[in-house]
């Protein structure tokens, strides 16, 4: 009778670890949302950017095709991904006003680079998008460290 108590109460004992395990890992993942709700905007921009600076890889219609691609996923993601933020109401406070002025600055920027027909245009274009991404690489960074709790099981 002795062992089933021990068995039973070793059986309660792993459920509990593996519950509290599991609620630190939602904890985590929940913590996490408004840093990559942040960081989802930027990932088209830096794809029409690579795809800049790869121009000579692609002919034009292909490029073309990609960059409107590219546009549309911007437009998706810019008008779903700042969701993210409103957890909380301190993060939003915090970085929703630079997440909203980057996502209009990518929006016009990116606008003006899709118009442009001329060659010039199109390296005007790109300076200004490189600029604006490069800044918000800077704040995406900051927001890292604020945002982004290390796991303690990995230490």
Do not use: C
């Not at 034009?60 to 993210?84: C, H, P, Q, W, Y």
């Not at 996502?103 to 016009?108: E, L, Q, S, T």
């Not at 800077?138 to 604020?146: G, I, R, S, V």
């Amino acid at each position: 009778m002795k062992k089933w108590k021990f068995v039973i109460i070793g059986v309660i004992g792993i459920s509990i670890i593996v519950f509290m395990y599991k609620q630190h890992q939602t904890i985590l993942e929940y913590r996490q949302i408004p840093y990559y709700s942040l960081e989802l905007l930027a990932s088209p921009i830096g794809k029409v950017i690579e795809l800049h600076e790869n121009d000579d890889n692609y002919e034009d219609d292909e490029r073309k095709e990609m960059l409107e691609d590219l546009n549309v996923m911007f437009s998706t993601i810019s008008n779903r991904a700042g969701v993210g933020l409103t957890t909380e109401q301190k993060i939003y406070d915090k970085y929703y006003d630079e997440y909203n002025d980057a996502r209009a600055d990518f929006a016009v920027i990116l606008e003006k680079y899709m118009a442009a027909e001329t060659p010039e245009q199109h390296e005007q274009a790109y300076k200004a998008l490189k600029e604006v991404y490069d800044e918000y690489q800077l704040f995406l960074e900051q927001a890292e460290e604020d945002l982004m709790l290390p796991d303690p099981t990995l230490q």
